[in-house]
C-alpha cells in the first residue's frame, strides 16, 4: 500500500492556495463572482522527498471528513451502515471547539453527533492529526512540502506548462496526486482542483474553516436529475476560468501572501510561481465528471490550449457544448475498458462525430485522439488501486491489469499527447523527454486518431 515515486527525472514538491471565500452558495447566474476552489499546486523541485519529513502535511487523506466523503460513495443512504459510519467518524472528524460551529455539520451528522454523546475532551480532538499518520501508514505522497522551484537546465524554457486537473464526483484534491505527481516530475506544473468533491473545506471572510459537503450525498446517485448535474458542470467551468484568472495574477506578481488563506508549512509561497508559469501553454484535464469539465471549459474559455478527458462521464454536457467541440484544441480522450454504456458511448460518438465535421471546416490541423487502457475499470485512471490494491480487485473497482501498470500507461499517454503537443509551439523548449515503454504498446489500443 502506497503512491510510488514519480516516473519523471525531476523531484517533485506542492504546496496549497485558498482564497478567502465569501458565500457557501454557488454563483452560477453570476459566473464573474464565483469563488476560487481551493488548490493544490504541484511542481518540479530539486529536493527529494525524506519519509520522516513534514509526514502530517505529506499524508494522502488529510482529513477523516475526506474518510466520511469516500464511503458515501459505497454506502447507500438511509441504510444502517450508513448511521453506524456517521456515528464513527463523527467522532474522529475535525471540528471547532465550540457548540455552536459543531452545528454546521450535515443533517444526519448533527444527529449522529447527539447521539453517541462524545465525552472528549478539545485538547485531544486537537491531537487527532496524529491518528491519521498511523491510520495510513504507507500513503505519504512522495512530494516534499512547499520545497522551492526547481532552476531548469540552460536553454531549457524556466516557464512550466501548466495543468490544470478538475477530479470527478466523490473525489478531492489528493485523488489523483500519483498523476499530477508524474506530471510535475516531467516539468509540469499540475493545479488539482476541489471543486464538487466529497467534502472540501475553505475559509469565510472571517478566516474561519468551514466545511462543505457532497450536495447530493444523501440522494442515490441514479436518482440526481441530470439537470442538476448540469448545473453541477457550469459551477465548475466557473472554477476553471476564476483558477486561470488567479494563475495569471500569480504569474504576474500581483497576489501578496496574506491573500493566502492557508497558514503553516502547506501554504503556498506566492513568489515561487511568479515569472515561471507558461500561461500560453495551458492544459485542461479531468477524469469523469472532471473529464466533461474540461471538455466543457475548452469550448468555453480561448486560454485552454489542450485538453484530456480520463474516462469522461459525457451525459451532463449539454448539446450547445457539443457543438463547441471542446474550442476544436487537441484533444486526447483515455478510457479505461469497462465505463461503457449505451447513453455514454452514444454521447461520446455525437462528439466525435461534431469533431469530424469541424475538421473539414478549419484550416488548421484538429487533433482528436482516443485511446482504451486495456483490462483497466474506471478507477484505476486514480489513486485508489495504489493504495489498496487487493481490496480494489476484490470489490471490482480496479480490472484485470497491474495497478501501477494500468498507473505508468495512463499517465504515460497524456504525457506522449502533451510532449507531442508542446513540441509543436514555437519558441517552447521542452526540460524533459518522455520515451515511449513496452507497456504502453501492450497495454493501449488508439482507436481513433484525427490530424
Same mark, same amino acid.
Not at 497558514?263 to 515561487?272: A, E, H, I
Given at each position: 500500500?502506497?503512491?510510488?515515486?514519480?516516473?519523471?527525472?525531476?523531484?517533485?514538491?506542492?504546496?496549497?492556495?485558498?482564497?478567502?471565500?465569501?458565500?457557501?452558495?454557488?454563483?452560477?447566474?453570476?459566473?464573474?463572482?464565483?469563488?476560487?476552489?481551493?488548490?493544490?499546486?504541484?511542481?518540479?523541485?530539486?529536493?527529494?522527498?525524506?519519509?520522516?519529513?513534514?509526514?502530517?502535511?505529506?499524508?494522502?487523506?488529510?482529513?477523516?471528513?475526506?474518510?466520511?466523503?469516500?464511503?458515501?460513495?459505497?454506502?447507500?443512504?438511509?441504510?444502517?451502515?450508513?448511521?453506524?459510519?456517521?456515528?464513527?467518524?463523527?467522532?474522529?472528524?475535525?471540528?471547532?471547539?465550540?457548540?455552536?460551529?459543531?452545528?454546521?455539520?450535515?443533517?444526519?451528522?448533527?444527529?449522529?453527533?447527539?447521539?453517541?454523546?462524545?465525552?472528549?475532551?478539545?485538547?485531544?480532538?486537537?491531537?487527532?492529526?496524529?491518528?491519521?499518520?498511523?491510520?495510513?501508514?504507507?500513503?505519504?505522497?512522495?512530494?516534499?512540502?512547499?520545497?522551492?522551484?526547481?532552476?531548469?537546465?540552460?536553454?531549457?524554457?524556466?516557464?512550466?506548462?501548466?495543468?490544470?486537473?478538475?477530479?470527478?464526483?466523490?473525489?478531492?484534491?489528493?485523488?489523483?496526486?500519483?498523476?499530477?505527481?508524474?506530471?510535475?516530475?516531467?516539468?509540469?506544473?499540475?493545479?488539482?482542483?476541489?471543486?464538487?468533491?466529497?467534502?472540501?473545506?475553505?475559509?469565510?471572510?472571517?478566516?474561519?474553516?468551514?466545511?462543505?459537503?457532497?450536495?447530493?450525498?444523501?440522494?442515490?446517485?441514479?436518482?440526481?436529475?441530470?439537470?442538476?448535474?448540469?448545473?453541477?458542470?457550469?459551477?465548475?467551468?466557473?472554477?476553471?476560468?476564476?483558477?486561470?484568472?488567479?494563475?495569471?495574477?500569480?504569474?504576474?506578481?500581483?497576489?501578496?501572501?496574506?491573500? =493566502?488563506?492557508?497558514?503553516?508549512? &502547506?501554504?503556498?509561497? %506566492?513568489? @515561487?510561481? #511568479? *515569472?515561471?508559469?507558461?500561461?500560453?501553454?495551458?492544459?485542461?484535464?479531468?477524469?469523469?465528471?472532471?473529464?466533461?469539465?474540461?471538455?466543457?471549459?475548452?469550448?468555453?474559455?480561448?486560454?485552454?490550449?489542450?485538453?484530456?478527458?480520463?474516462?469522461?462521464?459525457?451525459?451532463?454536457?449539454?448539446?450547445?457544448?457539443?457543438?463547441?467541440?471542446?474550442?476544436?484544441?487537441?484533444?486526447?480522450?483515455?478510457?479505461?475498458?469497462?465505463?461503457?454504456?449505451?447513453?455514454?458511448?452514444?454521447?461520446?460518438?455525437?462528439?466525435?462525430?461534431?469533431?469530424?465535421?469541424?475538421? =473539414?471546416?478549419?484550416?488548421?490541423? &484538429?487533433?482528436?485522439? %482516443?485511446? @482504451?487502457? #486495456? *483490462?483497466?475499470?474506471?478507477?484505476?485512471?486514480?489513486?485508489?488501486?495504489?493504495?489498496?490494491?487487493?481490496?480494489?480487485?476484490?470489490?471490482?473497482?480496479?480490472?484485470?491489469?497491474?495497478?501501477?501498470?494500468?498507473?505508468?500507461?495512463?499517465?504515460?499517454?497524456?504525457?506522449?499527447?502533451?510532449?507531442?503537443?508542446?513540441?509543436?509551439?514555437?519558441?517552447?523548449?521542452?526540460?524533459?523527454?518522455?520515451?515511449?515503454?513496452?507497456?504502453?504498446?501492450?497495454?493501449?489500443?488508439?482507436?481513433?486518431?484525427?490530424?
Amino acid at each position: 500500500m502506497g503512491l510510488p515515486k514519480p516516473l519523471g527525472p525531476l523531484a517533485v514538491a506542492f504546496a496549497d492556495f485558498e482564497l478567502l471565500r465569501r458565500s457557501e452558495a454557488p454563483l452560477i447566474e453570476h459566473e464573474a463572482a464565483t469563488p476560487v476552489p481551493p488548490m493544490r499546486i504541484f511542481y518540479p523541485t530539486s529536493q527529494q522527498p525524506k519519509w520522516w519529513r513534514d509526514a502530517a502535511d505529506r499524508r494522502w487523506l488529510m482529513s477523516i471528513t475526506y474518510a466520511f466523503g469516500y464511503l458515501q460513495t459505497f454506502i447507500l443512504p438511509s441504510t444502517t451502515a450508513r448511521r453506524i459510519m456517521l456515528w464513527v467518524l463523527a467522532g474522529l472528524e475535525e471540528r471547532p471547539a465550540t457548540q455552536q460551529d459543531q452545528l454546521r455539520y450535515d443533517k444526519r451528522a448533527k444527529k449522529a453527533l447527539h447521539m453517541i454523546k462524545m465525552n472528549v475532551t478539545n485538547e485531544l480532538l486537537k491531537e487527532v492529526g496524529i491518528i491519521y499518520i498511523f491510520m495510513w501508514p504507507g500513503s505519504a505522497l512522495a512530494a516534499s512540502v512547499s520545497s522551492p522551484i526547481v532552476q531548469l537546465s540552460e536553454g531549457s524554457d524556466q516557464r512550466l506548462p501548466i495543468v490544470i486537473f478538475s477530479h470527478g464526483l466523490w473525489a478531492c484534491r489528493t485523488t489523483y496526486t500519483a498523476l499530477c505527481c508524474d506530471l510535475a516530475s516531467h516539468g509540469y506544473t499540475p493545479e488539482h482542483l476541489d471543486g464538487s468533491s466529497n467534502a472540501v473545506h475553505y475559509h469565510d471572510e472571517n478566516g474561519k474553516r468551514k466545511w462543505i459537503h457532497h450536495a447530493f450525498s444523501n440522494v442515490p446517485f441514479v436518482n440526481v436529475p441530470m439537470e442538476d448535474r448540469s448545473n453541477q458542470l457550469r459551477q465548475r467551468i466557473a472554477e476553471i476560468q476564476r483558477v486561470i484568472d488567479v494563475l495569471e495574477d500569480l504569474d504576474g506578481g500581483l497576489i501578496t501572501q496574506n491573500k =493566502n488563506v492557508i497558514t503553516g508549512k &502547506l501554504s503556498l509561497d %506566492v513568489s @515561487t510561481l #511568479k *515569472g515561471r508559469l507558461s500561461l500560453s501553454n495551458l492544459t485542461v484535464a479531468g477524469h469523469s465528471f472532471g473529464g466533461a469539465t474540461a471538455i466543457t471549459a475548452c469550448g468555453r474559455d480561448a486560454r485552454l490550449r489542450w485538453c484530456i478527458g480520463l474516462d469522461v462521464w459525457w451525459e451532463p454536457v449539454e448539446k450547445v457544448d457539443y457543438e463547441r467541440v471542446a474550442g476544436k484544441v487537441p484533444v486526447l480522450l483515455l478510457n479505461t475498458e469497462s465505463f461503457e454504456w449505451k447513453k455514454l458511448t452514444d454521447a461520446r460518438k455525437l462528439f466525435l462525430d461534431c469533431r469530424r465535421a469541424a475538421a =473539414n471546416t478549419t484550416e488548421d490541423p &484538429l487533433v482528436t485522439e %482516443v485511446a @482504451t487502457i #486495456k *483490462g483497466t475499470c474506471h478507477q484505476d485512471q486514480s489513486d485508489i488501486p495504489l493504495l489498496f490494491p487487493i481490496l480494489s480487485k476484490k470489490i471490482g473497482i480496479s480490472g484485470t491489469l497491474d495497478c501501477m501498470i494500468a498507473k505508468n500507461t495512463n499517465n504515460w499517454a497524456c504525457l506522449d499527447f502533451l510532449q507531442r503537443n508542446l513540441m509543436l509551439t514555437k519558441g517552447f523548449k521542452l526540460s524533459t523527454t518522455v520515451e515511449e515503454p513496452s507497456f504502453a504498446q501492450k497495454n493501449l489500443i488508439y482507436s481513433e486518431s484525427e490530424i
